[in-house]
Protein backbone atom coordinates (compact mmCIF):
# COMPACT_ATOMS: atom_id res chain seq x y z
CA UNK A 1 0.00 0.00 0.00
CA UNK A 2 1.16 3.52 -0.99
CA UNK A 3 1.37 6.03 2.24
CA UNK A 4 -0.16 9.21 2.16
CA UNK A 5 1.55 12.30 1.11
CA UNK A 6 2.50 13.40 5.18
CA UNK A 7 4.36 9.96 6.15
CA UNK A 8 5.75 10.07 2.16
CA UNK A 9 8.13 13.38 3.98
CA UNK A 10 9.35 11.38 6.23
CA UNK A 11 9.60 7.71 4.38
CA UNK A 12 10.16 5.86 1.36
CA UNK A 13 8.21 2.97 0.73
CA UNK A 14 11.02 0.80 0.80
CA UNK A 15 14.64 1.30 2.61
CA UNK A 16 14.99 4.12 3.92
CA UNK A 17 17.41 3.74 6.77
CA UNK A 18 21.29 4.64 6.36
CA UNK A 19 22.17 1.04 5.73
CA UNK A 20 25.32 0.54 8.00
CA UNK A 21 24.48 2.34 11.54
CA UNK A 22 20.61 2.54 10.90
CA UNK A 23 21.04 6.39 11.36
CA UNK A 24 17.43 7.66 11.22
CA UNK A 25 18.57 11.11 9.51
CA UNK A 26 19.90 10.17 6.24
CA UNK A 27 23.79 10.41 6.69
CA UNK A 28 25.26 13.39 4.45
CA UNK A 29 28.16 11.61 2.09
CA UNK A 30 29.94 14.77 1.86
CA UNK A 31 32.53 12.97 -0.84
CA UNK A 32 33.66 13.98 -4.40
CA UNK A 33 34.11 10.16 -5.19
CA UNK A 34 34.20 6.76 -4.37
CA UNK A 35 36.74 3.62 -4.32
CA UNK A 36 36.24 0.94 -6.59
CA UNK A 37 37.63 -2.73 -5.39
CA UNK A 38 38.01 -4.11 -8.71
CA UNK A 39 37.78 -3.04 -12.34
CA UNK A 40 34.23 -2.61 -13.28
CA UNK A 41 33.36 -3.23 -9.66
CA UNK A 42 32.03 -0.40 -6.81
CA UNK A 43 29.27 0.50 -4.63
CA UNK A 44 26.80 2.03 -7.88
CA UNK A 45 28.92 5.87 -7.00
CA UNK A 46 30.99 6.77 -8.85
CA UNK A 47 31.50 10.76 -8.55
CA UNK A 48 29.68 12.67 -6.80
CA UNK A 49 28.04 15.01 -9.94
CA UNK A 50 26.71 11.71 -11.42
CA UNK A 51 25.67 10.04 -7.70
CA UNK A 52 25.59 10.68 -4.16
CA UNK A 53 23.81 9.08 -1.81
CA UNK A 54 22.33 11.67 0.41
CA UNK A 55 21.18 13.97 -3.05
CA UNK A 56 19.62 10.21 -4.67
CA UNK A 57 17.67 9.67 -0.97
CA UNK A 58 16.21 13.00 -1.68
CA UNK A 59 15.28 12.78 -5.41
CA UNK A 60 13.52 9.56 -4.49
CA UNK A 61 11.63 11.33 -1.96
CA UNK A 62 10.44 14.18 -3.87
CA UNK A 63 9.34 12.29 -6.83
CA UNK A 64 7.45 10.24 -4.71
CA UNK A 65 5.72 13.35 -3.27
CA UNK A 66 5.13 14.71 -7.00
CA UNK A 67 4.19 10.77 -8.12
CA UNK A 68 7.02 10.46 -10.45
CA UNK A 69 9.14 8.19 -11.77
CA UNK A 70 12.40 10.55 -11.26
CA UNK A 71 13.49 13.64 -9.79
CA UNK A 72 16.61 15.10 -10.23
CA UNK A 73 18.25 17.88 -7.93
CA UNK A 74 19.88 20.69 -9.16
CA UNK A 75 22.08 23.29 -6.93
CA UNK A 76 18.82 25.95 -7.70
CA UNK A 77 15.84 26.60 -8.95
CA UNK A 78 17.31 28.16 -11.84
CA UNK A 79 19.82 25.59 -12.66
CA UNK A 80 16.87 22.85 -13.04
CA UNK A 81 15.09 25.02 -15.95
CA UNK A 82 18.47 25.94 -17.66
CA UNK A 83 19.38 22.08 -17.87
CA UNK A 84 15.31 21.44 -18.88
CA UNK A 85 15.39 23.77 -21.96
CA UNK A 86 18.87 21.83 -23.04
CA UNK A 87 15.74 19.19 -23.72
CA UNK A 88 14.83 21.14 -26.90
CA UNK A 89 16.62 22.28 -30.31
CA UNK A 90 17.24 25.40 -32.25
CA UNK A 91 13.90 26.46 -34.09
CA UNK A 92 11.74 25.02 -31.26
CA UNK A 93 8.99 27.26 -30.03
CA UNK A 94 7.43 26.69 -26.41
CA UNK A 95 4.15 28.60 -25.23
CA UNK A 96 4.62 30.38 -22.13
CA UNK A 97 2.63 31.69 -19.29
CA UNK A 98 2.63 35.69 -19.50
CA UNK A 99 2.75 35.76 -15.98
CA UNK A 100 6.04 33.79 -15.01
CA UNK A 101 8.79 33.84 -12.40
CA UNK A 102 10.98 36.38 -13.62
CA UNK A 103 14.30 34.56 -13.45
CA UNK A 104 12.41 32.20 -15.96
CA UNK A 105 11.71 34.87 -18.37
CA UNK A 106 14.81 36.28 -18.48
CA UNK A 107 16.31 32.73 -19.34
CA UNK A 108 13.82 32.36 -22.14
CA UNK A 109 14.34 35.70 -23.48
CA UNK A 110 17.94 36.30 -23.05
CA UNK A 111 19.47 32.77 -23.08
CA UNK A 112 17.41 30.83 -24.91
CA UNK A 113 16.30 32.65 -27.22
CA UNK A 114 19.82 33.47 -28.50
CA UNK A 115 20.33 29.98 -28.85
CA UNK A 116 17.51 29.45 -31.13
CA UNK A 117 14.54 29.01 -29.56
CA UNK A 118 11.48 30.84 -29.80
CA UNK A 119 8.73 31.45 -27.44
CA UNK A 120 5.21 33.23 -27.20
CA UNK A 121 3.67 34.89 -24.26
CA UNK A 122 -0.15 34.27 -23.45
CA UNK A 123 -2.22 34.01 -20.76
CA UNK A 124 -3.09 29.99 -19.84
CA UNK A 125 -5.77 30.67 -17.82
CA UNK A 126 -7.74 32.96 -20.29
CA UNK A 127 -6.90 31.67 -23.98
CA UNK A 128 -7.00 28.78 -25.98
CA UNK A 129 -3.92 27.52 -26.22
CA UNK A 130 -4.37 25.86 -29.13
CA UNK A 131 -4.78 28.77 -30.84
CA UNK A 132 -1.34 29.53 -30.72
CA UNK A 133 0.27 26.58 -31.38
CA UNK A 134 3.02 26.49 -34.85
CA UNK A 135 4.18 23.42 -36.75
CA UNK A 136 7.83 24.22 -34.46
CA UNK A 137 5.85 24.24 -30.93
CA UNK A 138 7.14 21.24 -28.39
CA UNK A 139 6.23 22.27 -25.29
CA UNK A 140 3.52 24.53 -22.64
CA UNK A 141 5.11 25.96 -20.09
CA UNK A 142 2.99 26.88 -16.99
CA UNK A 143 2.96 27.92 -13.44
CA UNK A 144 -0.52 28.08 -11.87
CA UNK A 145 -0.90 29.95 -9.54
CA UNK A 146 0.90 32.24 -11.57
CA UNK A 147 3.81 34.82 -10.02
CA UNK A 148 2.66 37.44 -8.70
CA UNK A 149 -0.69 37.65 -10.07
CA UNK A 150 -2.16 34.58 -8.81
CA UNK A 151 -3.76 33.34 -12.42
CA UNK A 152 -5.20 29.95 -12.14
CA UNK A 153 -4.96 27.74 -15.02
CA UNK A 154 -6.72 24.38 -16.09
CA UNK A 155 -3.95 21.85 -15.93
CA UNK A 156 -6.12 19.13 -17.11
CA UNK A 157 -7.49 20.97 -20.09
CA UNK A 158 -4.12 22.08 -21.13
CA UNK A 159 -2.45 18.32 -20.86
CA UNK A 160 -5.24 17.26 -22.94
CA UNK A 161 -4.25 19.97 -25.22
CA UNK A 162 -0.89 19.19 -25.20
CA UNK A 163 -1.24 15.56 -26.14
CA UNK A 164 -3.44 15.96 -29.01
CA UNK A 165 -0.74 18.03 -30.12
CA UNK A 166 2.13 16.08 -29.07
CA UNK A 167 3.39 18.86 -26.99
CA UNK A 168 5.14 18.34 -23.69
CA UNK A 169 3.41 20.09 -20.52
CA UNK A 170 6.16 21.23 -17.92
CA UNK A 171 4.41 23.29 -14.56
CA UNK A 172 6.41 24.83 -12.44
CA UNK A 173 4.59 23.74 -9.40
CA UNK A 174 6.91 26.09 -7.06
CA UNK A 175 3.86 28.13 -4.80
CA UNK A 176 1.85 25.11 -4.01
CA UNK A 177 4.83 22.36 -3.42
CA UNK A 178 3.56 18.63 -4.35
CA UNK A 179 1.71 18.77 -0.87
CA UNK A 180 -1.16 20.81 -2.31
CA UNK A 181 -0.88 19.91 -6.01
CA UNK A 182 0.39 17.16 -7.89
CA UNK A 183 0.72 17.95 -11.94
CA UNK A 184 2.16 14.46 -13.24
CA UNK A 185 -1.29 13.48 -11.87
CA UNK A 186 -3.35 16.02 -14.08
CA UNK A 187 -1.57 15.27 -17.16
CA UNK A 188 1.97 17.11 -17.11
CA UNK A 189 5.58 15.32 -18.43
CA UNK A 190 8.05 17.18 -16.18
CA UNK A 191 7.18 19.04 -13.04
CA UNK A 192 9.74 21.93 -12.08
CA UNK A 193 10.51 23.24 -8.63
CA UNK A 194 12.21 26.08 -6.79
CA UNK A 195 13.28 23.60 -3.86
CA UNK A 196 14.62 26.83 -2.48
CA UNK A 197 10.90 27.84 -1.57
CA UNK A 198 8.61 25.50 0.47
CA UNK A 199 10.60 21.78 -0.35
CA UNK A 200 13.46 23.77 2.10
CA UNK A 201 11.29 25.62 3.75
CA UNK A 202 13.52 27.90 5.99
CA UNK A 203 15.24 30.52 3.50
CA UNK A 204 18.28 28.59 4.38
CA UNK A 205 19.71 27.48 1.38
CA UNK A 206 19.23 26.54 -2.63
CA UNK A 207 17.84 23.77 -4.65
CA UNK A 208 16.11 23.25 -7.86
CA UNK A 209 14.26 20.07 -9.14
CA UNK A 210 12.80 17.91 -12.33
CA UNK A 211 10.38 15.68 -12.19
CA UNK A 212 8.93 13.33 -14.74
CA UNK A 213 6.88 10.12 -15.25
CA UNK A 214 8.17 9.44 -18.62
CA UNK A 215 10.97 6.94 -19.22
CA UNK A 216 12.27 8.77 -22.10
CA UNK A 217 12.08 12.61 -20.74
CA UNK A 218 13.97 10.49 -17.34
CA UNK A 219 16.81 9.41 -20.03
CA UNK A 220 17.23 12.69 -21.62
CA UNK A 221 17.67 14.70 -18.27
CA UNK A 222 19.46 12.41 -16.81
CA UNK A 223 22.31 12.53 -19.50
CA UNK A 224 21.76 16.37 -19.20
CA UNK A 225 22.24 16.43 -15.48
CA UNK A 226 25.47 14.56 -15.68
CA UNK A 227 26.87 16.74 -18.33
CA UNK A 228 26.16 20.06 -17.54
CA UNK A 229 26.90 19.44 -14.13
CA UNK A 230 24.82 21.89 -11.67
CA UNK A 231 23.65 18.75 -9.25
CA UNK A 232 22.99 19.54 -5.72
CA UNK A 233 25.62 18.92 -3.07
CA UNK A 234 25.53 16.82 -0.49
CA UNK A 235 25.00 19.21 2.25
CA UNK A 236 22.01 21.13 1.09
CA UNK A 237 20.78 18.07 -0.13
CA UNK A 238 20.32 17.29 3.61
CA UNK A 239 19.04 20.80 4.43
CA UNK A 240 16.36 20.13 1.83
CA UNK A 241 15.31 16.62 3.28
CA UNK A 242 15.25 18.30 6.80
CA UNK A 243 12.71 20.99 5.07
CA UNK A 244 10.74 18.13 3.38
CA UNK A 245 10.12 16.54 7.15
CA UNK A 246 7.91 19.29 8.10
CA UNK A 247 6.62 20.70 4.50
CA UNK A 248 2.85 19.49 5.61
CA UNK A 249 2.67 21.01 8.77
CA UNK A 250 4.42 24.22 7.25
CA UNK A 251 2.49 24.41 4.19
CA UNK A 252 -1.23 23.82 6.47
CA UNK A 253 -0.16 26.40 9.41
CA UNK A 254 0.82 29.53 6.27
CA UNK A 255 -2.07 28.58 4.53
CA UNK A 256 -4.52 29.17 7.53
CA UNK A 257 -2.83 32.58 8.29
CA UNK A 258 -2.93 33.16 4.83
CA UNK A 259 -7.18 32.95 4.34
CA UNK A 260 -7.14 34.96 7.87
CA UNK A 261 -4.64 37.65 6.41
CA UNK A 262 -6.56 37.71 3.17
CA UNK A 263 -9.65 38.41 4.99
CA UNK A 264 -8.01 41.25 7.31
CA UNK A 265 -6.88 42.88 3.95
CA UNK A 266 -10.21 42.88 2.03
CA UNK A 267 -11.39 44.98 4.73
CA UNK A 268 -8.71 47.92 4.91
CA UNK A 269 -9.53 51.02 3.13
CA UNK A 270 -6.38 51.79 1.62
CA UNK A 271 -6.24 48.34 -0.52
CA UNK A 272 -7.52 48.05 -3.50
CA UNK A 273 -7.18 44.61 -4.31
CA UNK A 274 -6.72 40.94 -2.77
CA UNK A 275 -5.28 38.35 -4.95
CA UNK A 276 -5.47 35.25 -3.07
CA UNK A 277 -7.31 31.69 -4.75
CA UNK A 278 -8.30 30.74 -1.21
CA UNK A 279 -10.95 33.93 -1.30
CA UNK A 280 -14.48 32.59 -2.33
CA UNK A 281 -14.51 36.15 -4.77
CA UNK A 282 -10.83 34.64 -6.54
CA UNK A 283 -11.52 33.76 -10.48
CA UNK A 284 -9.66 30.61 -10.09
CA UNK A 285 -11.16 29.56 -6.46
CA UNK A 286 -13.36 26.53 -7.91
CA UNK A 287 -10.77 25.24 -10.62
CA UNK A 288 -8.21 25.77 -7.42
CA UNK A 289 -10.50 22.97 -5.44
CA UNK A 290 -10.92 20.69 -8.45
CA UNK A 291 -7.08 20.18 -9.23
CA UNK A 292 -5.12 21.35 -6.09
CA UNK A 293 -5.64 20.42 -2.44
CA UNK A 294 -5.03 23.51 -0.94
CA UNK A 295 -4.28 27.18 -2.27
CA UNK A 296 -1.31 27.81 -0.42
CA UNK A 297 -0.03 30.66 1.53
CA UNK A 298 1.37 33.27 -1.25
CA UNK A 299 -1.16 36.22 -1.55
CA UNK A 300 -0.48 39.49 -3.82
CA UNK A 301 -2.56 42.90 -3.08
CA UNK A 302 -2.69 46.00 -4.56
CA UNK A 303 -2.52 49.32 -2.38
CA UNK A 304 -4.12 52.65 -3.66
CA UNK A 305 -0.26 54.68 -4.45
CA UNK A 306 3.14 53.75 -4.66
CA UNK A 307 4.00 56.19 -1.72
CA UNK A 308 1.67 53.35 0.33
CA UNK A 309 3.19 50.34 -1.11
CA UNK A 310 6.77 52.16 0.00
CA UNK A 311 5.28 53.11 3.12
CA UNK A 312 4.53 49.51 3.77
CA UNK A 313 7.87 47.92 2.64
CA UNK A 314 10.06 50.44 4.60
CA UNK A 315 7.89 50.27 7.80
CA UNK A 316 6.58 46.85 8.46
CA UNK A 317 8.51 45.36 11.47
CA UNK A 318 8.01 41.54 12.19
CA UNK A 319 7.56 41.34 8.19
CA UNK A 320 10.70 40.97 6.54
CA UNK A 321 10.72 43.13 2.99
CA UNK A 322 13.10 40.12 1.34
CA UNK A 323 12.43 38.24 -2.05
CA UNK A 324 11.65 34.72 -2.33
CA UNK A 325 8.86 32.82 -0.55
CA UNK A 326 7.94 29.30 1.12
CA UNK A 327 9.90 29.67 4.30
CA UNK A 328 8.68 29.60 8.01
CA UNK A 329 9.29 33.93 8.67
CA UNK A 330 6.52 35.86 6.35
CA UNK A 331 8.37 38.16 3.47
CA UNK A 332 6.75 40.81 1.79
CA UNK A 333 8.21 41.27 -1.46
CA UNK A 334 7.92 44.30 -3.96
CA UNK A 335 7.91 42.53 -8.19
CA UNK A 336 8.51 45.17 -10.01
CA UNK A 337 12.03 46.11 -8.42
CA UNK A 338 12.92 42.30 -7.27
CA UNK A 339 11.38 39.29 -8.49
CA UNK A 340 10.46 40.96 -12.30
CA UNK A 341 12.62 43.65 -12.24
CA UNK A 342 14.07 42.49 -15.66
CA UNK A 343 10.56 42.06 -17.82
CA UNK A 344 10.00 45.13 -20.31
CA UNK A 345 7.35 47.66 -19.04
CA UNK A 346 5.02 46.24 -22.08
CA UNK A 347 5.35 43.32 -20.01
CA UNK A 348 4.88 44.31 -16.63
CA UNK A 349 1.75 46.42 -18.09
CA UNK A 350 -0.14 43.76 -19.83
CA UNK A 351 -0.03 41.63 -16.50
CA UNK A 352 -0.86 44.33 -14.05
CA UNK A 353 1.95 44.42 -12.53
CA UNK A 354 2.13 48.00 -11.38
CA UNK A 355 4.16 50.05 -8.21
CA UNK A 356 0.97 49.33 -6.19
CA UNK A 357 1.44 45.49 -6.19
CA UNK A 358 3.09 43.89 -3.31
CA UNK A 359 3.39 40.41 -2.39
CA UNK A 360 3.22 38.00 0.74
CA UNK A 361 5.02 34.83 1.18
CA UNK A 362 3.43 34.06 4.46
CA UNK A 363 4.89 31.88 6.75
CA UNK A 364 4.21 30.54 10.36
CA UNK A 365 4.25 33.29 12.86
CA UNK A 366 0.91 34.03 14.71
CA UNK A 367 -1.53 34.87 12.32
CA UNK A 368 -2.66 37.76 15.54
CA UNK A 369 1.25 39.26 15.36
CA UNK A 370 1.43 39.40 11.47
CA UNK A 371 -1.94 41.34 10.94
CA UNK A 372 -0.98 43.46 14.17
CA UNK A 373 2.35 44.14 11.76
CA UNK A 374 0.26 44.84 8.67
CA UNK A 375 -2.44 46.83 10.36
CA UNK A 376 0.27 49.33 12.13
CA UNK A 377 1.42 50.16 8.25
CA UNK A 378 -1.98 50.46 6.87
CA UNK A 379 -3.17 53.25 9.09
C1 LIG B 1 12.33 31.14 -7.03
C2 LIG B 1 11.64 30.55 -8.20
C3 LIG B 1 12.35 29.98 -9.25
C4 LIG B 1 13.87 29.99 -9.30
O1 LIG B 1 14.43 29.21 -8.31
P1 LIG B 1 15.85 29.53 -7.61
O2 LIG B 1 15.98 28.41 -6.62
O3 LIG B 1 15.77 30.88 -7.01
O4 LIG B 1 16.88 29.47 -8.67
C5 LIG B 1 11.63 29.41 -10.28
N1 LIG B 1 10.27 29.42 -10.29
C6 LIG B 1 9.57 29.96 -9.28
C7 LIG B 1 8.08 29.94 -9.34
C8 LIG B 1 10.21 30.55 -8.21
O5 LIG B 1 9.50 31.11 -7.23
Not at 90 to 103: A, K, N, R
Not at 170 to 177: A, G, P, Q
Not at 241 to 252: A, C, D, Q, W, Y
Request: hydrophobic residues 35%; aromatic residues 8%; negative net charge.
Amino acid sequence: MKYGIDTRCQHLADDNKDEIYGAISYPIYQSATFARDRVGGGSGYDYSRLQNPTREHLEKIVASLEEGIDALAFSTGMAAITALMEIFKPGDHIIIDEDLYGGSVRLFHSINVKNGLTFTSVDLSSVDVEDYIQDNTKAIYAETPTNPMMRVSDLEELSKKAKKHELLLIVDNTFLSPYFQNPLKLGADIVVHSGTKYLGGHNDTLAGFLITNREDIQEQLRFIIKTTGATLAPMDSWLILRGIKTLGVRMERAQENALKIAHFLEKQEYVTRVLYPGLESHPGYELMKKQARGFGSILTFEVDSKERAYHILENVKLIQFAESLGGTETLITYPITQTHADLSKEELDRNGITDRILRLSVGIEGAEDLIADLEAVLK
